[in-house]
């Protein structure tokens, strides 16, 4: 099945313990393609860079079978640019510096041969852009996933809102999941966010693993325990690219096969943050993948027969 | 199989955002008990209280198939007592008050008939208290189990080394094992502590779950989401009850079955959180562990086939 992804692709500095970069290639959508090309090869991409962007960075998507027709480049505009620094938990960051440039005045614009991809992946990005992809599918998708932040909660909470009327996925992280349901518990935020529109909810907790819930039931994946965490920059969007990814290919949106998903996803976020931005998603291999979910399942598999 | 039991038995007050207590019943040794009491009826307790210590409190234990006969009661002094106070995200506290009282000149003695109890379970205590009590058994248990915490390793660092290299599993929570093994990393403090003796690992993470480490595998269980966490008081405890009463009752120290007693301690440290101190340990009945242990199994389990 076909995936159609929305999101920035961009440039960030970062600062770890570790570390720090250069302006390196990174971008919700960017890490988001790489992450669901292990899974499938029918990758469009709707998003928008300046002319400083790079050919080659562009190839490589490319070569991971990404169709980039609906890659919008602005002649005499720059590319989107983040900068930020993790602290020693690397559960916290401050952001040094943004430069919307580009995303300024980003019109999405869907080619009409994405326009009936079975798949939606909106990343990160204004509401308003991420309901103006919606609206221009010919015919609803199977599924459409929605990831978004506090930033867009703090400053355009209705448009927010509006959206997620019409996702059936909607990822955040824990404190996003209170923020956005005024709910400390995270089991009581997913009643009211799932009110609120979607039909299941993810809730990203970084190194503690992540909750997929719906009205009904719950699931839990662990992360993977690593000797280090490198650079959680592209974990998350690494981790909603499996997810999407893992449906597409066995194209089947039932809650079981959610939490296979799931699991593939954060197989994918673990190998994200072993190295500086999308370097690691680059060098490994479908065996490697494959290992790493061997791993899942060691970490949590034991048999308690059910009474 | 008999499980000694060795720990305070305590008075607490407690504040939670939800509530406050005056004076209850507390202590590791109390929560380990409760909720061991669920698996073996086996069960051998060292202690120490004052002549203000209630009957009644002694006597749920009793009814709890808890052998007191190590329990001291000494006259004319009081129980060990600690206040204090949870934030409001529950995973932190400060200590409003700690008075030793009896617990200044502990000296645990292990009744002869408690001496070959299969099981020991040491709970968190002054380190050179529960090596005394190693040192009393007539025949080195089948498996020792040791809770410690921060406060010992600031005061007596060298005793806790010293105690464990003698023991087989050691139940600390995340930043313990950081301050243990200098390491931030949690798979790396895990090897390093595992070099210290202990052939097995469990770090707590409280509602983040917790980690079973041997020197070639690790199994995670999560923690049960919960809608309240009343008051954590115990949780460590609970959990430490359960794990070492299920490996008591099943005889079996394989790390398979490790990872079935880690899920059975997380469903009693889940009970334990929901209510003020033992209270809900006192309430729930077999069916209700029962059900909670299908709840995790329900939160875990998905069906990837290894490759």
Redesign the interface.
């Known amino acids: 099945m076909s995936v159609l992804v929305v999101g920035t692709v961009a440039f960030d500095a970062i600062e770890t313990p570790f570390g720090k970069t250069d302006k390196i290639v990174g971008g919700a959508a960017t890490y988001i393609c790489l992450s669901s090309s292990f899974f499938t090869n029918k990758l469009n991409l709707v998003s928008v860079v300046g002319e400083d962007f790079p050919n080659d960075a562009i190839q490589i998507l490319k070569d991971k079978s990404v169709d980039t027709e609906g890659l919008q480049i602005k002649k005499g505009e720059k590319t989107f640019f983040w900068s930020g620094k993790y602290h020693?938990d690397m559960n916290t960051r401050d952001t040094l510096d943004t430069q919307l440039n580009v995303l300024e005045n980003f019109d999405p614009i869907v080619p009409e041969k994405f326009q009936e991809s079975e798949f939606l992946m909106l990343g990160n990005l204004m509401p308003s852009v991420q309901k103006k992809v919606l609206d221009q599918m010919k015919k609803r998708p199977k599924l459409v996933v929605l990831d978004t932040m506090n930033f867009w909660m703090d400053l355009f909470m209705d448009d927010l809102k509006e959206a997620l009327k019409e996702v059936d996925v909607l990822t955040i992280n824990d404190e996003e999941a209170r923020q956005l349901s005024g709910e400390?518990?995270?089991?009581?935020a997913a009643k009211v966010i799932l009110a609120m529109g979607p039909k299941y909810l993810i809730i990203k907790?970084g190194e503690?693993?992540a909750?997929l819930f719906n009205n009904k039931?719950?699931?839990?994946?662990?992360a993977l325990?690593?000797?280090?965490?490198f650079d959680p920059t592209g974990a998350g969007d690494s981790f909603a690219g499996g997810f999407i990814g893992y449906l597409a290919k066995t194209n089947d949106i039932s809650f079981?096969n959610m939490?296979?998903a799931v699991?593939n996803g954060s197989a994918m976020a673990s190998f994200c943050v072993e190295k500086f931005g999308t370097q690691k998603l680059t060098e490994i291999n479908q065996d490697d993948v494959?290992a790493r979910?061997?791993e899942?399942?060691?970490?949590?598999q034991?048999?308690?027969t059910?009474?």
């Open positions: 020693n400390y518990s995270l089991v009581k907790k503690h693993g909750l039931e719950v699931f839990f994946a662990p325990p690593l000797e280090e965490v079981e939490k296979r699991i494959d979910i061997n899942f399942v060691n970490l949590v034991f048999d308690i059910l009474k």
